[in-house]
């Protein structure tokens, strides 16, 4: 992966309940002008339908348009890519952005990961940062988890990837749920090395 490409995130979304972490990590990249390459599951587009008043059309070009003008992002700032949409940049080496995150992460996205199935763009994504040698961070947001599920985030971890639970903390008191949403996001964004003031930080 080239220098080029350190501006550039690739975040994918799958059908995990938690699909506000997914999109406030989104519109945050987009505040700190990161280019940002998204994808949606098939299921993540219902979740984010029943879980938010976000209301993605069904086309990727349109929810790069409509995403766009929801968080301000500039022109070609923002792009939505399909599931089978393997010309994409985020398919391949020579091309896909040094990290990525899979928030929310679903267990079946997980395994797919885990064994490299690659059966979508998200998985070989995830596939291709890896390989790469990379940056990638999985969000699960499941409970309790199984023997398999621990299994395959163990098969991660020691493959170099972060498994960071959608488990925020409460010692900052939240009262919002939009502040428990930021811890997580706070703690992805920490992950990049990107600097952030979302949530109060532990002894400051």
Not at 18 to 24: E, M
Not at 42 to 53: H, K, L, M, N, P
Not at 101 to 120: D, H, K, L, R, Y
Request: include cysteine; aromatic fraction near 6%; hydrophobic fraction near 45%.
């Amino acid at each position: 992966m080239s220098m080029a490409n350190d501006k550039r995130i690739t975040v994918g979304m799958t059908g995990a309940s938690g699909a506000q972490y997914g999109l406030r990590l989104v519109e945050c990249l987009v505040r700190a002008d990161y280019q940002v390459l998204v994808m949606f599951t098939r299921a993540a587009q219902i979740v984010v339908g029943s879980e938010t008043d976000c209301r993605l059309p069904g086309r990727t070009a349109e929810q790069t348009r409509y995403l766009s003008s929801l968080y301000g992002a500039r022109d070609g700032q923002l792009r939505v890519y399909g599931d089978e949409e393997w010309t994409s940049p985020v398919a391949s080496g020579s091309g896909a952005p040094r990290r990525m995150a899979v928030c929310p992460a679903s267990m079946a996205t997980v395994s797919a990961i885990a064994c490299g199935a690659s059966e979508n763009l998200l998985e070989r994504a995830a596939d291709v940062v890896i390989k790469e040698r990379g940056n990638l961070v999985v969000v699960p947001r499941e409970t309790p988890f199984s023997a398999i599920h621990l299994e395959n985030m163990l098969r991660l971890s020691r493959l170099g990837v972060t498994i960071l639970p959608a488990n925020p903390g409460f010692y900052n008191r939240p009262t919002q749920v939009e502040a428990l949403v930021d811890f997580i996001v706070a703690r992805v964004l920490d992950q990049f090395g990107i600097e952030n003031d979302l949530m109060a930080r532990w002894g400051l």
